[in-house]
């Protein structure tokens, strides 16, 4: 039986299933919304959503191949990997930000654009998660658990940096290779001169501690449901 199989054989094939199941309905549910407001006002207002979606898969497509070829990889192989899924990583959470579209207008409910657009960035956040809880998993079986969460809080407040950089500053993960000194020239200002930039610390630290103690209670409520007798 090749390794990445017997990875997934028993109980957790099972959660990886379940967990696959729940985030195609979830992510199908968001297209439907999607879908249904164009189909009712004509128009491709939300449409740039579906984008947005796609990218946040990217990572939990990435850490869904590294968990699964994780043992046979090295670390001269994982270590590049796992900074392409740190690159792309900030595109899942980034969706929450996607409320700031959130406005009545007219022909479409404001309740039904409100759940459209928290059902994407639902979606947006728990592909973080599970693509997190992956990666994490993968540091933890080679460093140990303390350097697991040390990571995992890491690329968190990374991710909520990305979320500034991408929102307030309008760069993409892909600017690294096509616009890299604008990039690392506002990235560095930043750095030297934190007290002339509040906004891209509030922003960061604030996101940072939401998306952290989100992660910690996921992990804590999964935790508790497989105690005996649940």
């Given amino acids: 039986m090749p390794l990445f199989v017997a990875a997934l054989s028993g109980p957790r094939l099972r959660r990886r299933l379940s967990l696959l199941l729940v985030l195609g309905a979830s ?107 992956d990666m994490q998993a993968l540091v933890a079986r080679r460093l140990g658990v303390g350097a697991g969460w040390g990571f995992a809080a890491g690329a968190l407040l990374l991710s909520a940096f990305g979320i500034y950089l991408g929102r307030f500053l309008r760069f993409n993960s892909w600017d690294v290779l096509t616009n890299p000194f604008t990039l690392f020239y506002d990235i560095l200002q930043r750095l030297i001169n934190p007290t002339a930039h509040p906004r891209t610390w509030g922003v960061t630290l604030l996101f940072g501690a939401f998306l952290i103690l989100g992660y910690a209670t996921v992990r804590l409520l999964g935790r508790a449901g497989e105690e005996p007798g649940e």
């Avoid at 579906?50 to 898969?57: C, I, P, Q, T």
């Avoid at 001269?76 to 700031?100: E, H, M, S």
């Fill in 27 to 133: 992510l199908t549910l968001s297209v439907v919304l999607i879908t249904f407001r164009v189909l009712l006002t004509k128009q491709l207002l939300f449409v740039f959503l579906l984008w947005n979606l796609f990218l946040a898969l990217i990572p939990f497509g990435l850490s869904s191949m590294l968990g699964l070829a994780a043992v046979q990889l090295r670390a001269r192989v994982l270590v590049p990997a796992g900074a392409v899924w740190l690159l792309f990583f900030p595109n899942a959470p980034y969706i929450l930000t996607d409320l700031f579209h959130l406005e009545p207008r007219p022909g479409v409910p404001y309740w039904y654009d409100l759940a459209l657009i928290l059902s994407c960035a639902w979606n947006g956040l728990m592909l973080a998660y599970a693509s997190l809880l």
